[in-house]
Every structure is written in structure tokens, then in C-alpha cells.
């Protein structure tokens, strides 16, 4: 694939070249490659076959996730959050040691430790990282999904973008089976916040402790508003929200 500056955008189709625009750019690229019936039947693609195979299964266990975090994800995610998430659970499944190749999955590598720890820490808005704006600790009880974040002052403590006025925190607690697909997510209480100097306790509650068999994976959530005539509105639609997926039990 390679990139190329021109007068004109081309899109389509020139002889054996294909161009197209992506979010990066203009690209170009050749047409042809092995046929699809060829990778599906030739001894030769058998390692092709099994790669593609464990390749789907780790994008729809992303697919299983972000639609398991929905109310919390629709809006601080980036336009590239679903490859992103698909190149991780890929290296979860990596750690899935007890199936053959071509067969191994996220549903058993996220057992392992190995697994949750190349997950935990996953920032769904590649465009604002939890650590990088949110500037205090905080407290997770993975029992009850409860997260404490004390003596939070918002004018020091977060990195906050040009007119955002107001702040929103809350968390979320998720319990998810990537075999079954069966899930349960509880949101806290949304702490709003003026970004001033007062200090102050925050306490987020999920709703319940979620029911159902996987593992617990448990969110931090900071979203942006600008306060209009009365009226908080969201920080160029999100944009600037962070969500971290904080831990994995």
C-alpha cells in the first residue's frame, strides 16, 4: 500500500491499480492475489486458513466487548478503536496455550494472566488517553465495581480540553462470557463537576454487582461539556472523552 500526492484525488480503478481514500490519505495498490477458492481448498494456505480463522474470531470477540460497553463507549471512542481492539484481542488469544493452532481464542486466553494484562489498561479514544487526562488516582473495589477518587480538584487534576467548562465522571462494571457472549454491564452514578478549584470526594457506584459467569472488566469514564445559557453541551462531540477499561478480574 503506499500514498501518493497528485493535482487530482483519483478514486477507482486504472488498469491492475486500485485508488482509494482512507482516513490517512490516498492510497494506491495493485490489483490481483490468490483466489479465495484457492485459500479455502490448497494444502499450501493451510497456515493461511488457520491465521484467517483465528484473525475473525478475535475481531468478533472486540465486536463482543464494544457492544458489552456500549453506554459507556458511544461517545469517547476513536474512528480506529475497532482495529485497535481487534490487533489486542489477537495478541490474547496468543496466550491461549492449551488449543491447536488456527483454534486458539480470547475466551481462553483472557483467563490467563498473560491475557488480561495485554487487554487492561485498553484507552478506547486513542485521542484521550485516561492517564494523560485524568492527572489523580483513584481506588477500584473490585467487589462491588465501586471507584473512589479522593481530594479530586478539576482545574488541577485533569488535563482538560480549550472550553470545556464542566466534567462528567463514571465507571462501569461488566461481567462477560466471550464463549457464550452472555453479559451484564452496571453503570455508576455521573458525578458532574464545574473544572474549578473546590476539592472533592468522588465516589462512583455501579447500580448492581452484574450477574452472569466470564470475567469482571471494569471502566473509568471522563467526558467534556461546555455550559451554554444554562445548557452543559458536549465537548466537540466527545472528542475529547476518555475510557479506559481500568482492570480485569
Do not use: W
Not at 491492475?16 to 490517512?24: A, I, Q, R, T
Not at 482538560?160 to 461481567?175: D, I, K, W
Amino acid at each position: 500500500m503506499a500514498k501518493y500526492k497528485s493535482l487530482f484525488n483519483v478514486e477507482g480503478t486504472l488498469g491492475e491499480v486500485n485508488f482509494y481514500k482512507s482516513e490517512d490519505g490516498y492510497h494506491m495498490r495493485t490489483k490481483g492475489g490468490v483466489s479465495k477458492s484457492r485459500i479455502a481448498n490448497d494444502p499450501e494456505f493451510v497456515r493461511t486458513r488457520e491465521n484467517n480463522n483465528e484473525f475473525g474470531r478475535s475481531a468478533v470477540s472486540g465486536k463482543i466487548l464494544r457492544r458489552a460497553a456500549i453506554d459507556l463507549l458511544a461517545d469517547a471512542k476513536d474512528s480506529k478503536v475497532s482495529s485497535r481492539l481487534t490487533t489486542v484481542m489477537m495478541n490474547v488469544k496468543n496466550t491461549d496455550t492449551t488449543s491447536a493452532r488456527g483454534l486458539r481464542s480470547v475466551d481462553i486466553g483472557i483467563q490467563t494472566p498473560e491475557g488480561k494484562a495485554l487487554l487492561k489498561g485498553f484507552d478506547f479514544n486513542r485521542n484521550a488517553i485516561l492517564t494523560a487526562v485524568l492527572l489523580s488516582d483513584f481506588s477500584l473495589n473490585t467487589a462491588t465495581g465501586q471507584i473512589t477518587i479522593d481530594n479530586f480538584v478539576p482545574n488541577q487534576r485533569l488535563s482538560f480540553p480549550e472550553g470545556a467548562t464542566h466534567v462528567s465522571l463514571s465507571c462501569g462494571f461488566l461481567n462477560l462470557d466471550f464463549t457464550t457472549g452472555s453479559k451484564d454491564m452496571q453503570v455508576s452514578n455521573i458525578e458532574n463537576l464545574p473544572i474549578n478549584g473546590v476539592s472533592t470526594t468522588v465516589v462512583l457506584t455501579p447500580e448492581a454487582v452484574p450477574i452472569g459467569t466470564g470475567q469482571s472488566f471494569y471502566f473509568l469514564k471522563v467526558a467534556f461539556y461546555q455550559l451554554i445559557n444554562g445548557i452543559q453541551y458536549p465537548l466537540n462531540n466527545g472528542a475529547f472523552n476518555a475510557l479506559q477499561l481500568v482492570e480485569i478480574v
